[in-house]
């Protein structure tokens, strides 16, 4: 029996969620509090609004996990290879700057944001790396 061809979306026209984008907003979210904080060096900042950007950004973050898990007919092989080369490289990177503010003796609510802060730059930047790969690979058909 013949198969009628269907008609093919190209990889590129493809209707997604806006998973970089909210990726995105979270990262300047974060760069933001990272640039407040500073601004504000040698004294100490109030932390309600780092606190404030840090729970957006963190529900952006989450949101776009959620999104990406729901996706249907994605290149998951080369989104998990993408995903666990950049976390390592993110973790090592994080780690290192983990250790540039302890050795800096920031403690506290102060360490508590920062460190709050690389994990949610830790996660995003691998995360909008293998959606920005896999999204357009063809998929495999076994």
Not at 110 to 130: E, G, K, N, R
């Amino acid at each position: 029996m013949a198969q009628i061809p269907t008609p093919s979306v190209s990889l590129a026209d493809r209707k997604l969620p806006p998973i970089a984008e909210m990726i995105v907003v979270s990262m300047a979210l974060v760069i933001s509090s990272g640039i407040y904080l500073a601004s504000h060096l040698p004294q100490r900042a109030s932390l309600v609004p780092v606190t404030v950007l840090l729970v957006v950004a963190g529900f952006s973050t989450l949101s776009a996990v959620l999104a990406v898990s729901r996706l249907r007919d994605f290149n998951w092989r080369v989104f998990f290879l993408v995903l666990r080369w950049a976390m390592v490289a993110y973790v090592i990177i994080g780690g290192i700057l983990e250790f540039v503010f302890i050795f800096d003796h920031t403690r506290g609510s102060m360490l508590l944001v920062f460190t709050l802060s690389l994990a949610i730059f830790a996660l995003d930047i691998p995360l909008l790396l293998s959606f920005s790969v896999a999204r357009y690979q063809e998929l495999e058909t076994p």
